[in-house]
């Protein structure tokens, strides 16, 4: 860990006189391997980095220009660092299941070791081959659903890629329709039947499975409301929403996945986030 410490204090050019010379290098060997390495694969490269030490996925980051939104982070490349060097010594884990593009920004599905089990969501955005902004989600690690299904199995198969922008189209509908504003009577037209895989911790598989246990909760007086959608991405038949709302009395940062099948929603993964009172932010950015 002390190496990836090292390397965002090299980018950042702080310390050693040697600092320009091995920026230059690193910016040289980049340019290099430009058509070679992918943004997607600069941020798992990234992600793992947290894991391994490894200096280099750090030079990724643009230094002078990281708009950090995870609000427990400071801003920049040395709130990046000051977060790593606050891991306990060897406990960090990161295995990025699912990785996807969208124009600038790429986004990732995560199983983490990262002060404690969690499953993350992270999103960043490149301008000219450098990340310069990340958002994220993060949730504790939760035991299989009543379908046995995990927050992070499932399908992985990335296809479809001619039917981005439609799949984009259907996912944005459907959260608009049912989470946003609630109408039901549309529930069944984005579903093929009643088959559909779930991965939230609380819910089984079927569209009924996910009616019986809304149902229940109201019953409770605990309702589950979106706000606003804030973003959409998505690559072939996997779609990333970002909204926010509430679940019960708490509000809530939510991000949820889909995969699109001949045009009906098939299978869905989420991270529910609870919002960071704003008296505890490290960072004036915004969650979203």
Known sequence: MN????????ILGVGLSSCSTSRNSISNSEKGNKMEISNKEKVVSLL???ETGAIEPVSYINPNKYIQHNLGVADGLAGFGALLQALPPNSAKVNTVRAFQDGDFVFTHTEYNFFGPKIGFDIFRFEDGKIVEHWDNLQETAKPNPS???????????KDLNRTEANKNLVRA???????????????????GDNYIQHNPMIPDK?????????????????LKYDKIH?????GNFVLVVSEGHFGKDHN?????FRVENGKIAEHWDVIEKMTPKEN???NNGKF
């Open 148 to 158: 046995g299904h995990t927050m992070i199995d499932g399908t992985t198969e990335l």
């Open 3 to 10: 190496k990836i410490i090292l390397g965002a204090t090299i």
């Open 207 to 223: 569209v009924s499975g996910l009616g019986a246990v809304l149902g229940e909760l109201a019953k409770q007086g605990i309702f």
């Open 253 to 257: 940062a939510f991000y949820d996945l």
């Open 48 to 50: 793992k980095s947290i």
């Open 231 to 235: 973003r959409v991405l998505g690559q």
């Open 281 to 283: 932010w490290k960072n």
């Open 174 to 192: 459907f959260v608009d329709d049912i989470l946003v504003n609630g109408r039901m009577e549309k529930l069944a037209g984005y579903y093929d």
